[in-house]
């Protein structure tokens, strides 16, 4: 079955540091790969997405993520963080003609001052 | 730029009651989903709509649920007999293409 896994529940990171936040997905083909980011009791807000072609993208705020086949991964990055930045995570899948998305458990990023 | 839309944001009931959870999709999209997230866990798909039927749910999807998209805008999630384990924050999400764009969510709380 298509799963999610992000390894890291939270992350601290200080002000002006570089993060890299972990997702692996279980698919068999390529699939659809999504960021979205939560700040508290908030809606889901799209970071960036994968679909196909150049695998490095580029997202809003200043994120971006690399898809590696032969890591089954799609991690995302952020060169210097900044205390707004401090949300949850989430890194999701489509499977190629799917429908569902299929979301990992999150990464809670904390920022310190 | 076009949104999906939810309301309530807020929903307080008393467990057994019915709810009723509304969406407005972006206009011309033509699939629809549900998703789930309990407090501190992470978003679960429930249900997907197109043309008017459910083309997938999953097993949180119980007879207990049901949606419609009653007048061609909005589309709605009904919890007929609510549980304490139906808290959860409700997303609404649309899409025509790939992407699927989600709604802010409703916050329903069983009592």
């Known amino acids: 079955a298509q799963s999610v896994t992000q390894p890291d529940i939270h992350i601290t990171v200080s002000e002006g540091a570089s993060l890299e936040l972990r997702c692996n997905y279980s698919?068999?083909?390529?699939?659809?790969l999504f960021w979205y980011v939560q700040s508290p009791g908030q809606g889901l807000q799209l970071l960036l997405k994968?679909?196909?072609?150049?695998?490095l993208v580029q997202g809003i705020k200043g994120f971006e993520a690399e898809f590696k086949r032969s890591q089954s991964s799609f991690n995302l990055r952020k060169p210097s963080v900044h205390w707004s930045d401090a949300a949850e995570y989430f890194c999701?899948?489509?499977?190629?003609?799917?429908?569902?998305?299929?979301f990992g458990a999150g990464t809670i990023l904390r920022v310190k001052s | 730029e076009p949104e999906v839309t939810q309301t309530p944001s807020h929903q307080v009931t008393q467990m057994g009651q019915e709810v009723i959870l509304r969406c407005v999709p972006i206009?011309?999209?033509?699939?629809f989903y549900w998703y789930r997230q309990i407090l501190g866990q992470k978003v679960e798909f429930l249900v997907s709509?197109?043309?008017?039927?459910?083309?997938?749910k999953s097993e949180i999807f119980d007879d207990q649920f049901s949606v419609e998209r009653p007048d061609g805008s909005n589309f709605t999630l009904k919890i007929r007999s609510t549980k304490l384990e139906d808290s959860a924050m409700y997303f609404c999400?649309?899409?025509?293409?790939?992407?699927?764009?989600f709604g802010p969510g409703t916050r329903l709380t069983v009592l």
């Open positions: 206009s011309n999209h033509l699939y």
């Open positions: 709509f197109y043309n008017n039927e459910i083309s997938e």
């Open positions: 999400a649309s899409r025509l293409g790939i992407e699927q764009f």
């Open positions: 994968y679909f196909s072609g150049d695998t």
């Open positions: 999701a899948v489509l499977m190629e003609y799917g429908n569902k998305l299929v």
């Open positions: 698919y068999g083909a390529t699939p659809y």
